[in-house]
């Protein structure tokens, strides 16, 4: 296990509308409010055509090649993440949202392009006093949090 400590800066309340794609709006968000680094949840619909990442076609395989869905119709969402700057120095979002519809549901990663459905409600809260960031993982292929 690694780990580093931090501090809550300022918290943020969003709204996010219709057909914005979630992971770029935040992202954008970030860069905007000069938020490096942070955690959120985020409440609301996910649009039918969104993409999930639901795990790796295959686990053994290096670079890790992902598993994706498409969303047939619109879902409930609830999801939580975390914000740190990746390889570029750019602030990125890694989010799991639960994605649900009648008596089933469907996890995965956001990254891919959620697009909401009518409104995302985000709570948006800032960690100052860390260094922590994403750093490249040839092997897996992932950008791998570094605290």
Known sequence: MKYSEAKRGRTFVIRLEDGEILHEVI????????ISRGYLIVVGGADKGSTLVVGPEDGDARPVPPLTHILDNVHEIAGVGT???????????HLHIACGREDRTITGCGRTGVKIWQV????????LDTSARRV????TGFELLNP
């Open 136 to 139: 490249p993982d040839p092997e």
């Open 83 to 93: 914000i740190f700057p990746d390889s570029k120095d750019q602030p990125m979002l």
């Open 27 to 34: 992202e954008a968000f970030a860069v905007e409010h000069g």
């Open 120 to 127: 995302g409600e985000v709570i948006l809260i800032e960690l």
